[in-house]
């Protein structure tokens, strides 16, 4: 384990693991409860139209991949609120509009597929120290918005129509959440890769809800698996010579079926057990041989 921080650019993975694996499940417990689950892969692929501009242009990827997504998020959130347009349907306009200018404009730098690769499914060699820096500045803006606005934020997600009955400003808090979920793809795309960062949003959050009795709990254990697998899976790519998005991926899908699994296996544990002392209580025990007693008349 030790003999890979010798290289300097593992360094800069698992630092960039460390702010992805606490990010990305922070904001992803929203998305589980608005049931908005899939809209990571949305703006993940929104990215990549915005890598391409920069890569196409010679700016730097990460910031024009952070203005596109930012722009698209608030886009689809007041398309959504218009109700011109279903959320659904908005959702699969940029999905699939973001993927093909992505593609199209990669197509025409010199790196072409090469960089498409890195991009889409996590590339741990990429990740400069200027990467790790900016990547750096953003999630720690994630993390404190999402934690000053985490009661607000769990109100709406709730139960809109009595946030907005009691005065929340609903709209601007769900541009805001579609404005976090934008901020943390731009932060993953290096390490967990834009086609894969929805599910590390939404993976941690779906296990810690199996075990988790409240928000605070399922937010604090989502974080937790989030940092063991984005390590782990950033660590496995190392040795294993895989990608480092995939394998994370894969990390935190193999935590959720044990757990899942554990999980059954205690409620039919419990369940017996249950049936056994309701058993005990309705039938009485007594000494072979011996009448049960009466009750007193």
Avoid at 67 to 86: K, M, P, Q
Avoid at 121 to 149: E, H, N, R
Avoid at 167 to 195: D, F, K, Q, W
Avoid at 222 to 238: E, H, Y
Wanted: hydrophobic content about 55%; aromatic content about 6%.
């Amino acid at each position: 384990m030790l003999s890979l921080l010798n290289y300097d650019f593992m360094q800069r993975a698992l630092l960039a693991a460390v702010l992805v694996g606490v990010s990305a499940p922070a904001v992803g417990i929203f998305l589980v409860q608005r049931q908005l689950s899939l809209i990571g892969d949305g703006i993940g692929h929104v990215a990549l139209a915005g890598v391409a501009i920069g890569l196409l242009t010679g700016n730097q990827p990460v910031l024009t991949a952070l203005v596109v997504t930012v722009a698209a998020a608030l886009l689809i959130e007041l398309v959504r609120a218009s109700g011109r347009t279903s959320g659904d349907t908005a959702l699969a306009i940029m999905f699939y509009g973001g993927i093909a200018a992505g593609v199209v404009l990669i197509a025409r730098t010199p790196t072409g597929g090469a960089t498409l690769d890195s991009y889409l499914f996590g590339a741990i060699t990429t990740t400069s120290a200027s990467d790790v820096a900016t990547f750096a500045v953003l999630a720690a803006s994630v993390m404190a918005l999402t934690w000053v606005l985490r009661p607000r934020l769990f109100a709406v997600a709730a139960d809109p129509e009595y946030s907005r009955a009691v005065g929340m400003r609903v709209l601007a808090l769900n541009i805001m959440l579609t404005v976090l979920t934008a901020v943390t793809v731009v932060v993953s795309m290096r390490v967990v890769g834009l086609l894969l960062i929805s599910a590390l949003m939404i993976v941690p959050n779906a296990t810690s809800q199996l075990f988790a009795r409240s928000f605070v709990s399922a937010l604090a254990s989502a974080i937790v698996i989030g940092l063991g697998c984005s390590i782990g899976g950033v660590t496995g790519s190392f040795y294993l010579n895989t990608p480092s998005g995939g394998t994370i991926v894969v990390l935190a899908i193999l935590l959720f079926a044990v757990v899942s699994i554990g999980r059954w296996v205690l409620e039919r544990v419990q369940r017996a057990q249950r049936r056994q002392a309701g058993e005990l209580t309705a039938t009485p025990l007594t000494v072979p041989g011996t009448p049960i007693a009466k009750a007193d008349s």
